[in-house]
């Protein structure tokens, strides 16, 4: 597939910058997976378009505050970017400026106790692994700031609102978003319909806003990310579709976990954990996913693949034409947009 393919034109007053309130007052594109037309919807119209006895399988992740400023010994200024952690106090980090060689030792700004970060290795572009003088998770809230997507360039005023109702462990660089739209109500409501939920965890990378630049897709090099799913899902999981339940994953994320943990445990139910690069696109042949809530994503990003794949034969133009529907009804695209249910 030419990665060309990809493209669609998005004018920018259709990039959402702040969320709604509340939650779930977004709208719902519906595209039924095998074929038919995209119909519009209000979010919690999910009570009546699944079914009593679907699984919604949420990521539970937590966005770290994971842009710090810092200072070098010259007094420049520096902004790092926390990515993953490898190993004891050191992490991979985005270094933002110039004259950050390795041997630096440059000082977080904030108050309180002053914390120190070490440049101990330089690897590709502008990644360094950092070694810091406290562990991260005794100052992170403090010190740090949660980044929002580059294309997102609105205040954000409460930061909780980048965040999951449900998310509990620490770990992401960008938000699973299509989980955004949910409340507490809702999902009390959801499970009032005999329409289940249970979750699994994978920490978002920043590489889910990079495009994909080689010319075909298959030349593209997919990020890896780190995903555990439970015995206790995988079992919910199990016993959804055996009593002919339909698995639907909140965002391409819990899709991505869903997926690999398939393929590793070959169909019996099984704890998984470790880094994973599947990469899903056109012609996969799901094995634990029936459906997608998903939001409105890119051009040439492999979400937009994701949610093509799950459309089945011809799901592309199939999805870009109900992506023209959305424009031209007024949907929201990107993180703080509107959301589409795919079953």
Known sequence: METAELDYHLPAEFIAQTPLEPRDSSRLMYLPRTAGFPTNHNFTDLLHLLRAGDLLVFNDTRVLAARVAARKPTGGKVEL???????GRQWLVLVGGRGVAVGSTLVLEGSGQPVHARVVQALQASERIVEFSEPVETWIDRLGSVPLPPYIHAQLRDPERYQTVYACRPGSAAAPTAGLHFTPQLLQQLAGFGIASTHVTLHVGLDTFQPITAPTVDAHSIHSEWCKLSLETAEKIAATRAAGGRVVAVGTTSARVLESAAAACAGSPAEYAGETRLFITPGYNFQAVDGLITNF????????????AILGKGGLPRLLQAYSVAMQAGYRFYSFGDAMLIV
């Open 81 to 87: 970017l926390l990515l993953r952690p490898v190993g």
């Open 297 to 308: 994503h890119l051009p040439r990003s492999t979400l937009l693949l994701l949610a093509a």
